[in-house]
């Protein structure tokens, strides 16, 4: 079974984008998959994370793009944080510039979603 993680605040603090999860959960036990999907229906870019049953989806919503461009363009490291855990997800901004490349211009991807990530990401 697939653990969800879902990203609702993302904040840059003490030199980091910290991303801060809709309720706590445990992340002591997750390794990161350095890989990004995209979930075009829910608007969202999701980072792939394991363990060792299965994958953890933790889903970056349209909600926080602004600051995730922030924080790509001043190269900050980007920790998930719950409680008193962080986990960092190394590769974040290669997987995420790899995407909005093949994103832009690219209908498969669906139309609004599209129009969404060159708005936030594609300068004009």
């Known amino acids: 079974m697939r653990e969800k993680i879902h990203i609702v605040e993302a904040v840059i603090e003490s030199g980091n984008l ?19 999907i995209v979930d075009s229906d829910n608007v969202s870019f999701i980072y792939l994370a394991e363990n060792v049953e299965s994958y953890t989806y933790i889903f970056l919503p349209e909600a926080i793009w602004a ?28 997987e995420l510039t790899y995407l909005i490349d093949n994103i832009e211009g690219n209908g498969n991807y669906g139309e ?8 936030m990401f594609i300068p004009v």
Do not use: C, T, W
């Open 18 to 36: 910290v991303l801060i999860p809709n309720q706590e959960v445990e992340i002591a036990h997750l390794l990161p998959k350095e890989q990004v």
């Open 67 to 94: 600051s995730l461009k922030q924080a790509m363009e001043e190269r900050l490291p980007v920790m998930l944080k719950s409680g008193d855990k962080k986990l960092e997800l190394p590769s974040i901004y290669e």
């Open 112 to 119: 609004e979603f599209v129009a969404k990530v060159e708005q």
